[in-house]
């Protein structure tokens, strides 16, 4: 069974995209970033944007009915290498002790010049019941 789990962000009609989708056991969670409706969150704080970003995240996982323990797999997306060593103690404070393998590539661009960072993550619950 299918289930998409949005966000309420316009985009979501107009583009056809969730912010989470759940098949069985496992989650995907759509690249994620310090936005929070029409507000960016941390502007110009790679740190800030990026700790936003993991509760977003958690947010959504818990909607699809996982938790953060679940992830398996962090992708992370930054503008600078400059920012690197902030998204990494952010990513450290939440997973430290989940350990899922990471990737973190520096990019030319995100969407919006403001955003710093975008991650996404992938997640299977266990204990499921399935």
């Given at each position: ?6 966000s309420?962000?316009?985009?979501e009609?107009?583009v ?12 995907e ?21 990026a ?23 962090t ?11 902030d ?44």
């Amino acid at each position: 069974m299918r289930v998409n789990i949005s966000s309420g962000a316009p985009w979501e009609a107009t583009v056809g995209y969730s912010r989470a989708v759940r098949i069985g056991n496992i989650v995907e969670v759509a690249g994620t970033t310090a936005v929070d409706g029409a507000v960016f969150v941390g502007e110009g704080d790679a740190l800030e944007q990026a700790r936003f970003i993991f509760r977003k995240i958690e947010k959504a996982l818990s909607e699809a009915g996982a938790s953060i323990t679940d992830v398996i797999r962090t992708r992370m997306y930054v503008t600078s290498r400059s920012s690197i060593d902030d998204v990494l103690q952010a990513h450290g404070e939440v997973f430290m002790n989940i350990r899922p393998v990471a990737t973190l590539v520096v990019v030319s661009a995100l969407l919006e010049d403001r955003l710093l960072v975008e991650v996404e993550v992938s997640a299977i619950i266990q204990n499921s019941g399935e």
